[in-house]
C-alpha cells in the first residue's frame, strides 16, 4: 500500500500538486489493546492514518486511551445485519465521533476503511474504521480479505498527506 500510495496515486497529481506534498517521518505505537507490534517509522509524502491521528484529527472520546470498548451482539435487527454494539467489549471503540470518522463509496453507501495502526489479529492485522465510524482494535487480515473479496470490497483507503500552503 505504501509503494502504491508514493508512486502511483502520487503521481496522478500534477508538478505543482506534487511540489507542494510535504515527505513526513510516519510512525506508529504498539496496538495499545492487544500489544500487537508495529513495523518501523518510515518517510512518505502519502500515508494511512494511524488510530491516534484518527482520534486527534476526527474527535477524541477517550475511549481509545481509557479501555472503553464495545463488541458486537448477534441478533437481529431490521435493517442492519450482524447484531448490535455493546458496551464492554474489546473489539472496536463506538463514540459520538463515529459520523465524522464515517466514508462513502462515490454512491453514497457507507464504506470501511484501512489505517496504518496495527490490527489485534496479528502481524497480517491492520486497523480498520467500520461502516458506522467506529474504530475496530482488533482489525482484519490484510491478506485474507482481499483474497476472499477481491476487488469489489466495500471498502478502501483515505490517503493523507501534509501540503505547504
Keep these: ?39 518501523n517509522p518510515t518517510t512518505d509524502k502519502i500515508f494511512l492514518l494511524s488510530y491516534d491521528e484518527v482520534v486527534n484529527y476526527l ?15 448477534d441478533i437481529d435487527v431490521p435493517g442492519f445485519s450482524g447484531g448490535i454494539p455493546e ?40 486497523g480498520s474504521i467500520g461502516f458506522i465510524g467506529e474504530l475496530f482494535l482488533c482489525g482484519d487480515d490484510v491478506w485474507m480479505h482481499s483474497r476472499v473479496h477481491g476487488e469489489d470490497e466495500n471498502g478502501g483507503v483515505r490517503p493523507a498527506m501534509w501540503i505547504k500552503i
Design 1 to 39: 500500500m505504501r509503494q502504491y500510495l508514493n508512486t502511483v496515486f502520487y503521481k496522478t497529481f500534477t508538478a505543482d500538486e506534487q511540489s507542494r506534498i510535504l515527505e513526513t517521518q510516519v510512525s506508529d505505537r504498539d496496538n495499545a489493546w492487544t500489544g500487537t507490534p508495529c513495523g
Design 87 to 126: 458496551k464492554g467489549g474489546q473489539d472496536f471503540v463506538n463514540d459520538q465521533f463515529n459520523n465524522a470518522r464515517r466514508a462513502y463509496k462515490t454512491d453514497g453507501t457507507p464504506a470501511w476503511w484501512w489505517l496504518r495502526s496495527p490490527g489485534g489479529q496479528g502481524r497480517h492485522a491492520t
Design 59 to 73: 474527535g477524541d472520546s477517550g475511549d481509545l486511551y481509557n479501555r472503553q470498548g464495545w463488541h458486537w451482539v
